[in-house]
């Protein structure tokens, strides 16, 4: 392991009554090899605390625990890094375990291709359940998102998000702090690309993440990810690309398929291909029929989720135009 950049990272999560989570976070965390961290938790305004879980890990490693009112996480982000000590700012849910090697190997990638930003893919741990491996899949194929969460080969440039995200003291300095809305992790980065850092990929930094445990709770969180997608193209004109409109377009043109196989029963037939090539894919990359079987599952749940939810925010916000203050919003949200 490289030593050239001694330097301290402190990773901030904040939580909201999950202490299981925070439980098996701060195991993964107590077994990293590269020991030059801190971990910030920030409870949220829980009614079922982690702090007997951050105690029970502070001989072990690093840890320091604050409570405060419920606000909003990216508010206990901000919280989180003023109190932190840290050179380099690390952002992880609290839903993701580490590999031991987490830190050595961010530390190497930084000696190697240093940045003011980066982040790094996410994946399925052996231990998660099949609904949680098929949910990963889902939201990391090339074939369902176009690779926009870190995958290797992407139809837009990498954009960091908070399930595994990072940037220097001078950025925070800078920019300032998250902004209490859905996709702040995204809002944050398109700040800092406009501020002139450098943004990077470290392929190789990978952190397991549990997602949502069932689809329906998968359905109401990707449906809302759609939604912000407009509130950020209102944020930034211009920064909504291609790979944005694909699942919109993917629940209209399967709406009209649907419809038309009642006059032509033909109709249906790129969408089955579609959905074959998910499922073959899916088996080929999990290495599972079970799973690659629930994955097609997964995506139309992401698919018609996403889509739906920018169809709808698309027509209330841009069309009927009742998204133009999209700034004072966020600015009330913040109590500002």
């Known amino acids: 392991m490289s030593q050239t950049v001694p330097l301290l990272f402190s990773i901030i999560v904040p939580v909201y009554n999950r202490p299981d989570e925070i439980a098996d ?82 530390r190497d990638s930084l000696n190697a291709n240093p940045s003011d930003c980066f982040g790094g893919p996410d994946a399925a741990h052996e231990s998660f359940s099949d609904t949680q491996k098929a949910i990963n899949y889902a939201m990391t194929s090339f074939l369902t998102t176009g690779g926009i969460r870190g995958g290797k080969v992407c139809m837009e440039k990498f954009t960091p998000r908070t399930f595994n995200m990072g940037f220097s003291r001078k950025v925070y300095e800078k920019v300032g702090g998250f902004r209490e809305m859905f996709s702040e992790d995204i809002d944050m980065s398109t700040r800092i690309r406009l501020a002139g850092f450098s943004i990077t990929l470290y392929p190789d930094v990978a952190v397991f993440h549990k997602r949502r445990v069932d689809f329906k709770k998968f359905w109401r969180q990707v449906h809302v990810f759609g939604m912000s997608r407009i509130t950020l193209q209102l944020l930034y004109p211009g920064s909504m690309k291609a790979v944005h409109w694909l699942p919109a377009l993917f629940v209209t043109g399967a709406a009209i398929m649907i419809i038309g196989a009642f006059f032509c029963k033909w109709a249906l037939i790129p969408l089955l291909i579609y959905i074959l090539a998910l499922w073959i894919w899916g088996i080929i990359s999990t290495k599972s029929l079970k799973i690659g079987t629930m994955g097609v599952g997964a995506s139309m749940v992401q698919l018609t989720g996403y889509g739906t939810g920018f169809i709808r925010a698309y027509v209330w916000k841009i069309i009927l135009r009742h998204g133009r203050d999209i700034n004072d919003e966020i600015e009330r949200r913040r109590g500002k």
Request: aromatic share 10%; charged share 35%.
């Open 25 to 106: 976070l701060l195991a993964s965390l107590a077994k990293q090899t590269d020991k030059g961290f801190e971990t910030v938790i920030v409870e949220d305004g829980s009614t079922v605390r982690c702090e007997e879980q951050c105690e029970a890990y502070k001989e072990k490693t690093r840890v320091k625990y604050y409570y405060k009112d419920n606000e909003g996480r990216s508010i206990a982000r901000n919280y989180g890094i003023v109190r932190a000590d840290g050179d380099y700012l690390i952002f992880v849910d609290s839903d993701c375990i580490l590999p031991p090697d987490y830190i050595e190997k961010l």
